[in-house]
């Protein structure tokens, strides 16, 4: 991921420094910082366009703030190769269901206490998430 990202791997450090911690507001900071890492990784995977794109006979919005959209447009783009068979094949679907409910569980780390347990859970889905798309 160093190639891809330091500045993600930066915050997986700082994530895990929250998680050791005692303190709900650092276990939230954690959370919170999955977001900007998912970001991080859009950002150099699919990188922002101010035009929208045509997927399908949708068409899809692909700006700064469209993470999910560059991660989902990244993951099409990849498949012609025989791993994105592997990974995904007909689960695109899911992987999107996947991604929103990271995505959108960081965003609990602003809004709502997360206990250390749920802190852990979503930063090991968003850890295993990016591990996914990088392998494609």
């Avoid at 007909?90 to 996947?98: A, I, P, Q, T, V």
């Avoid at 602003?110 to 090991?124: C, G, K, Q």
């Amino acid at each position: 991921m160093t190639e891809i990202s330091t500045e993600a791997v930066r915050r997986f450090v700082s994530v895990h420094e929250n998680l050791r911690s005692t303190n709900a507001e650092d276990w939230a900071n954690a959370v919170h910082s999955c977001r900007r890492i998912l970001k991080d990784i859009a950002d150099v995977l699919y990188p922002p366009m101010k035009e929208p794109v045509l997927a399908g006979e949708r068409t899809i919005k692909i700006g700064e703030d469209q993470v999910i959209n560059r991660l989902i447009q990244y993951v099409e783009s990849k498949s012609s190769s025989n791993r994105y068979e592997e990974l995904v094949g007909s689960h695109l679907k899911y992987l999107g269901e996947r991604l929103d409910s990271v995505y959108g569980a960081a965003n609990k780390g602003t809004h709502a206490e997360v206990s250390l347990e749920e802190a852990e859970r979503y930063i090991i889905y968003t850890y295993l998430l990016i591990g996914d798309l990088l392998s494609l």
